[in-house]
């Protein structure tokens, strides 16, 4: 198979299919070419043999054998039978064209077709080719005297020449189908492409942060209709991981600026007056706590940030998730694990994501609970529900409002050395799968949180 040089293969696509299409119409344009005019040349022959035997019978016709020596009859045409007619006596000759004398080429090939006896026709090549026939004359079937055949012969000059104007007429035709096609061809690929040509077009023009244009426009081909949910999906991950960026910023920067005001505050102090040993060393411990804190912050929201980034997105049973994360925390026989509902409860989020939102809920609780924390999960069509139930001294009304505020905590003195982002992590990745977390406040004592997610 011959390929094209790299230098001469289209560059574009729709130039490919093009001289794909092309290259499949041409041998498919040969082949018919070939074979119809093979059936054309066998038809003209056929032709030509019809008009020689026909010729032939009209000959034999005159031809008496009941006497001895055979006589032909005189007809009022007889000019025209004798043209480029030879009658044999057996293997004598009795007439032959003027045309063709004895010895010549044609006469010796008469000679030679009349000896086979018969119906039977050959080609005599070598200039204008010549086909003759022969036919035999008389009463076939006598054994007192040998057979009488006629020999007629015809120049095919005009019928190789119909043959020559099938062809050149056929590949003509061709070249213009073949240019035809290739033209219709580039149209049609060119139109269905152009779907194509304008949404790279709104992929240039259109900002991935900001803009809410959607590729996967109704009304098109099917084909393009899925790609253009493709480059919804991915578009809408791009979206998500430049919102989690946006928010990891705000985040660091909110929770750095007071750590970082800090050490701002107590550098100055330590430049604008001299202080005493125990004062310099207040001072530096200050400094040192807020570096640790700073850093704490950076390790905790990082951390999320890069698990949030490995989460893609999935479908994960609920119930062996929890369970791990309980026996992981050591506080299996502490975590009363319930279902609502009935069969496995599946959640449209990976297992790691799932993981990552319960988690803080999960550690509070612990944290806060007297004797029992219970993790309850409620199956529903659309949607998952999994709460977290404590007995614990729940939380101070006044510190609602902030409880999913990063880096705020209802009691920094609770002995818990967190920088008060796990809620907040919790809440902005739920967000990201198409869930929530929120607090509800309806227990006499202790605190609910419930997360919801999408049904796997």
């Known amino acids: 198979m011959t390929v094209l040089p790299r230098r001469l293969r289209p560059r574009t696509l729709r ?35 019809d008009e020689l035997r026909t010729r ?18 005189e007809m009022p045409d007889d000019a025209l039978f004798d043209t480029n007619v030879w009658i044999f006596d057996g293997t004598r000759l009795i007439e032959h064209p003027a045309s063709a004398p004895v010895g010549s080429r044609l006469s010796q090939a ?41 020999v007629t012969a015809l120049d095919l000059s005009p019928y190789q ?24 061809t580039r149209l ?32 098109g081909p099917t084909e393009l209709a899925r790609l253009g949910v493709s480059l919804d999906a991915l578009l ?25 005001a800090r050490v701002v505050a107590e550098v100055d102090w330590l430049q604008a007056r001299p202080r005493s040993g125990p004062d310099t060393r207040a001072a530096h411990a200050v400094i040192a706590d807020a570096a640790r804190s700073m850093g704490t912050i950076c390790d905790t929201l990082l951390a999320d940030a890069r698990d949030a980034a490995r989460t893609a997105p999935g479908t994960t049973p609920v119930m062996p998730v929890l369970r791990r994360l309980a026996n992981r925390r050591g506080a299996a026989a502490k975590v009363a694990l319930t279902v609502h509902g009935g069969g496995t409860v599946v959640a449209g989020v990976s297992a790691a994501l799932l993981e990552r939102i319960v988690s803080p809920l999960v550690d509070n609780a612990l944290r806060h609970a007297r004797t029992q924390v219970t993790v309850r999960v409620v199956k529903d069509t659309h949607r998952v529900r999994v709460e977290v139930l404590d007995d614990g001294p729940g939380v101070p009304v ?43 406040p309806r227990l006499p004592s202790g605190a609910r949180f419930a997360v919801t997610l999408p049904a796997g």
Not at 56 to 73: E, G, I, Q, Y
């Open 15 to 49: 130039g490919r299919l093009s001289l794909i299409t092309l290259a499949a119409a041409a041998l498919l344009m040969i082949i018919l070419t070939v074979v119809f005019n093979a059936v054309a040349r066998v038809h003209l022959r056929h032709q030509a043999d």
């Open 56 to 73: 032939a019978a009209a000959v034999a016709a005159t031809v008496d054998t009941r006497h001895v020596p055979m006589r032909v009859m």
């Open 110 to 150: 008469a000679v030679r077709l009349a000896a086979l006896h018969g119906l039977r026709c050959v080609t005599v090549a070598g200039g204008d080719p010549v086909r003759l026939c022969s036919a035999p004359a008389g009463d076939a079937r006598s054994r007192t005297r040998p057979a009488a055949a006629v």
């Open 161 to 184: 020449a119909s043959a020559d104007t099938l062809l050149a007429g056929s590949l003509a035709l061709d070249g213009a189908v073949l240019a035809c096609m290739y033209g219709l």
């Open 188 to 219: 049609a690929v060119g139109r269905a492409l152009r779907p194509v040509g304008e949404m790279t077009e709104q992929a240039t023009r259109w900002s991935a942060a900001a803009s809410q244009e959607r590729f996967g426009a109704p009304g």
């Open 236 to 260: 809408d991950r791009i979206r998500a991981v430049l919102r989690h960026e946006q928010q990891l910023t705000r985040e660091l920067s909110h929770e750095l600026r007071t750590p970082l």
């Open 398 to 440: 006044s510190f609602v409002p902030h409880l999913f505020e990063p880096g705020r905590r209802a009691d920094p003195g609770d002995g818990h050395h967190g920088a008060g982002l796990g809620l907040p992590l919790a809440r902005r990745l739920a967000r990201s799968a198409g869930g929530d977390v929120h607090f509800e």
